[in-house]
């Protein structure tokens, strides 16, 4: 699910040892567009799941690197990165166990219960199998291999909206703990390093030639 053609799952295998390499993990890769003007989209994240603008401007630095020699895309195009976003997209199997008891939508590709398309609340995993408590259905619970799932999406309702807040809240918390240690420890010192800085205004579209 991470790559949805041939050519998605060609650049992540190419890919993954980049981002890994610099300290994030490729959620989901999507290769859009036509000959002319193409679209590279990459979302991604730390391991805890952060990512921020800083985060977006050094895998894209490092992404670019490895495309610039590998040249794996004919043409034009332009690389995006970003986050995967409070409705983010589920794509890998550790990501259904992370989000349980969160509503979602997916899609299979094959009928199963007579459909492809479920909605409900996440279970979690068992056994390599995704748990979803169907929507409307009390205490019906079905499994579906992974295997089987094509997309999968959480919902935005007010619980992600809130559980997103929180998770910000936490993060802006643990960001003034750290600039408050790194202020104590600046003390006396006038010959600060202020390099790791310029990269404040970097533009994440970049634009590619073959």
């Known amino acids: ?6 050519e998605d799952i060609g ?7 980049v981002a890994e390499s610099v300290g994030y993990e490729i959620v989901r890769l999507r290769l859009m567009g036509g000959a002319e003007q193409r679209r590279l989209q990459i979302m991604a994240e730390r391991p ?25 895309i004919s043409g034009e195009y332009t690389l995006e990165v970003s986050s995967p976003g409070v409705d983010r997209p589920l794509t890998r199997l550790k990501d259904f166990d992370t989000y349980a008891g969160l509503e979602i939508r997916i899609e299979l590709d094959r ?14 995993v068992e056994d390599g199998q995704v ?6 259905e009390d205490d019906t619970t079905v499994y579906f291999p992974f295997e089987w799932i094509v997309d999968a999406k959480l919902v935005l309702n007010d619980e992600l909206m809130k559980r997103g807040a929180q998770q910000r809240a936490a993060r802006v918390g643990a960001e003034g703990e ?15 390093d202020l390099g790791d800085d310029a990269e ?5 579209s970049e634009s590619e030639e073959d």
């Open 131 to 136: 748990g979803l408590n169907l929507e409307g």
């Open 1 to 6: 699910m991470r790559g949805k053609t041939q």
């Open 48 to 72: 805890d799941g952060d990512m921020n603008v800083e985060d977006c401007a050094r895998l894209s630095r490092a992404i670019s690197e490895i495309m610039d020699a590998a040249d794996p």
């Open 111 to 124: 009928v199963a219960e007579g459909r492809k398309r479920f909605k409900g609340e996440l279970a979690g």
């Open 200 to 204: 404040d205004d970097i533009d994440l």
């Open 11 to 17: 650049l992540v295998e190419l890919l993954d040892p």
């Open 178 to 192: 750290d600039a408050n240690e790194d202020d104590v420890g600046a003390e006396g010192d006038d010959d600060q």
